[in-house]
């Protein structure tokens, strides 16, 4: 008798402001009832550490894996640093996630081979060269989307992610084009 496979639960990271018509589209290819979501406005913003605890215990409990959705701006929210840290935690209550990013078309690096590095959430370009987060381009495939998840998923107890960087205390400024190391 077979067993039938558990179906991964995925929060996705993403720039509210640029990316939202690709995480709804994501939500649809990978199944909406399978993509949990968030909403948190600038006013609970104002701790990183405590919104790092009250997302891991309310959100990313009850996931297996996160998508980051990379943009133009994406690297630039402070969100979405402390997002991608929370996500990276572990402790006895909520284990560590796997962690996929993926370029949009909407970056000029789309499809080119290699991506921008200073143009990506540093924290995603600390655990990329010791393999903790994968990237890829953009892809209207749901079965890519699960194909990565699950490897994500396998791989995230294997190894340590680096969470060396301070987390973001504020926006980026639009006019900054990159990061510097």
Known sequence: ?????????????????????????????????????????????????????????????????????????????????WEICAAMRDDADVKRKGIIALILPT???????????????????????NGYVKIYNWKEDAGFFQRIAEKAVSRKDMLVPNLNRPLYSSNKSQAVKKWVK
């Open 107 to 129: 970056r000029e690096d789309y499809q080119k081979g290699h991506f921008i590095r200073y143009t990506i959430p540093p924290r995603l370009y600390d655990n990329y060269p």
């Open 1 to 81: 008798m077979e067993t039938e496979a558990k179906a991964l639960k995925v929060f996705v990271v993403a720039y509210d402001g640029e990316d939202k018509d690709y995480r709804e589209k994501f939500a649809k290819m990978f199944g909406e009832a399978n993509v949990l979501t968030a909403n948190y406005k600038e006013t609970d913003l104002k701790d990183g550490e405590a919104f790092i605890a009250d997302f891991r215990k309310s959100i990313l409990s009850q996931t297996d894996v996160c998508f980051v959705l990379i943009g133009e701006n994406t690297w630039k929210r402070k969100l979405v640093d």
